[in-house]
């Protein structure tokens, strides 16, 4: 009874101090009489809390503000340099590593072209270990400082164990079918793996500090090489059964219609995908895939009419698609992110935004937005960071049990 106690005491603990880092980090700087109401937390709880993250150094003082008639307020926010975070994007023809401190600055990154091996996974993991090696030896920054490895993957991910190291990949459009990520990578690092679909990392990173900041309900659209969705609802990412919710580029708009590259037909993917609309336009640029949408919208733009033609069609399908998803899920935002969407996103906005509104229930669609991403085209990587930074938010500010971990962890 007395160890059931005890548990009971370290978790109310574990709960106290996860929820007064989370409203420094999202809210901070604050001071301890600001922590109060919004936390719930009794002041004698704040000061004892607020003394063990001080003495972890995980939260710090950052400057005082005047009070009324008493002594100035001392304001805190976690510490940035208390830890750090690495984001990778298996993308869809390069592997980016980054590595960030706990305000999300991005201190280094390394990026690898898959080039001639493509994703064939063996290759894919050996990228992503170099990389983690090159971030930490460009910036000076120990393994044991990393809080943490997050890995935004094309696919369905089954999580496997807590630590990642279980982490299998199902990803038809690279050619990965129940690949062992998690495995592959625990074989060159002991670092905590995160591993999860690109476009639920794009999701987080974009509700936690981009266009979704605020929202309870909202779809953070991926549309890049391929087309991916991320559904957040009553303020929590939706998984699904199996956590294949999201797979919104294969929604069905043409039935009989295109091949795409899941081995469907009619999919979205296969109308309004970066890869689709090159290979539809049929002209091929140098430089790859992205030059090669960047030459369709200048063409475009400078009165091409079979560009033109091409993008308004995209426009309607991706503004149907949206209607779906509005009609389905009734979101405040709908956001559309990635390095495709950013690219067209403000010459197709404006139609995308009509076809949804014809295509959409008149009601729910008066009370959804439809955005751009305000992260930038990397915003898969930093996402892919924040899911290191989750746990060790959800935890308490516990550390990893290796390294530096062992030694700290509360």
Same mark, same amino acid.
């Given at each position: 009874?007395?160890?059931?106690?005890?548990?009971?005491?370290?978790?109310?603990?574990?709960?106290?101090?996860?929820?007064?880092?989370?409203?420094?980090?999202?809210?901070? *700087?604050?001071?301890?009489?600001?922590?109060?109401?919004?936390?719930?937390?009794?002041?004698?709880?704040?000061?004892?809390?607020? $003394?063990?993250?001080?003495?972890?150094?995980?939260?710090?003082?950052?400057?005082?503000?005047?009070?009324?008639?008493?002594?100035?307020?001392?304001?805190?926010?976690?510490?940035?340099?208390? &830890?750090?975070?690495?984001?990778?994007?298996?993308?869809?023809?390069?592997?980016?590593?980054?590595?960030?401190?706990?305000?999300?600055?991005?201190?280094?990154?390394?990026?690898?072209?898959?080039?001639?091996? $493509?994703?064939?996974?063996?290759?894919?993991?050996?990228?992503?270990?170099?990389?983690?090696?090159?971030?930490?030896?460009?910036?000076?920054?120990?393994?044991?400082?990393?809080?943490?490895?997050?890995? @935004?993957?094309?696919?369905?991910?089954?999580? %496997?164990?807590?630590?990642?190291?279980?982490?299998?990949?199902?990803?038809?459009?690279?050619?990965?079918?129940?690949?062992?990520?998690?495995?592959?990578?625990?074989?060159?690092?002991?670092?905590?793996?995160?591993?999860?679909? @690109?476009?639920?990392?794009?999701?987080?990173?974009?509700? =936690?500090?981009?266009?979704?900041?605020?929202?309870?309900?909202?779809?953070?659209?991926?549309?890049?090489?391929?087309?991916?969705?991320?559904?957040?609802?009553?303020?929590?990412?939706?998984? &699904?059964?199996?956590?294949?919710?999201?797979?919104?580029?294969?929604?069905?708009?043409?039935?009989?219609?295109?091949?795409?590259?899941? @081995?469907?037909?009619?999919?979205?993917?296969?109308?309004? @995908?970066?890869?689709?609309?090159?290979?539809? =336009?049929?002209?091929?640029?140098? %430089?790859?895939?992205?030059?090669?949408?960047?030459?369709?919208?200048?063409?475009?733009?400078?009165?091409?009419?079979?560009?033109?033609?091409?993008?308004?069609?995209?426009?309607?399908?991706?503004?149907?698609?949206?209607?779906?998803?509005?009609?389905?899920?009734? *979101?405040?935002?709908?956001?559309? &992110?990635? =390095?495709? &969407?950013?690219?067209?996103?403000?010459?197709?906005? *404006?139609?995308?935004?009509?076809?949804?509104?014809?295509?959409?229930?008149?009601?729910?669609?008066?009370?959804?937005?439809?955005?751009?991403?305000?992260?930038?085209?990397?915003?898969?990587?930093?996402?892919?960071?924040?899911?290191?930074?989750?746990?060790?938010?959800?935890?308490? %500010?516990?550390?990893?049990?290796?390294?530096?971990?062992?030694?700290?962890?509360?």
């Amino acid at each position: 009874m007395a160890e059931q106690n005890r548990q009971t005491v370290r978790d109310l603990r574990r709960g106290s101090r996860a929820t007064l880092l989370r409203h420094l980090y999202f809210g901070g *700087p604050l001071s301890r009489q600001e922590l109060g109401p919004r936390s719930g937390l009794s002041a004698g709880s704040i000061s004892n809390v607020v $003394g063990e993250l001080l003495a972890d150094g995980l939260v710090e003082e950052c400057g005082s503000v005047e009070s009324d008639g008493g002594r100035p307020r001392i304001l805190l926010r976690v510490a940035p340099g208390a &830890g750090h975070l690495v984001g990778v994007d298996v993308g869809e023809t390069r592997v980016r590593v980054a590595l960030f401190d706990l305000a999300l600055r991005e201190l280094a990154a390394a990026d690898h072209l898959l080039a001639d091996r $493509g994703h064939d996974a063996e290759h894919v993991a050996q990228l992503i270990l170099a990389g983690l090696a090159e971030v930490l030896a460009a910036t000076g920054v120990a393994e044991s400082a990393v809080l943490g490895v997050g890995v @935004g993957v094309p696919g369905v991910v089954e999580r %496997g164990e807590p630590d990642g190291a279980g982490a299998v990949v199902h990803g038809p459009t690279v050619g990965w079918s129940a690949v062992p990520l998690g495995r592959l990578l625990r074989a060159g690092t002991g670092l905590p793996l995160h591993v999860d679909n @690109g476009a639920k990392t794009l999701g987080q990173a974009e509700m =936690w500090f981009g266009a979704g900041r605020g929202a309870r309900h909202a779809v953070v659209a991926l549309f890049g090489s391929g087309v991916g969705a991320c559904v957040i609802a009553d303020g929590a990412r939706f998984r &699904g059964a199996t956590s294949s919710a999201g797979e919104w580029g294969h929604t069905k708009v043409h039935v009989g219609g295109r091949l795409c590259r899941c @081995g469907a037909r009619g999919c979205l993917e296969a109308y309004v @995908g970066a890869e689709a609309l090159v290979e539809r =336009w049929g002209r091929r640029a140098p %430089g790859g895939e992205q030059a090669g949408i960047a030459a369709l919208l200048t063409a475009a733009q400078q009165g091409d009419l079979s560009a033109i033609d091409l993008l308004n069609e995209a426009a309607e399908y991706l503004g149907a698609a949206i209607a779906d998803l509005i009609n389905l899920f009734n *979101p405040e935002r709908i956001v559309i &992110g990635g =390095w495709a &969407g950013l690219l067209l996103g403000p010459y197709l906005l *404006p139609a995308v935004r009509e076809a949804a509104t014809r295509y959409a229930l008149s009601f729910p669609r008066e009370q959804t937005a439809i955005l751009l991403g305000e992260l930038g085209p990397e915003a898969v990587t930093t996402g892919a960071a924040t899911l290191p930074l989750s746990r060790f938010l959800d935890s308490g %500010g516990t550390l990893p049990k290796t390294g530096r971990g062992a030694r700290q962890a509360s």
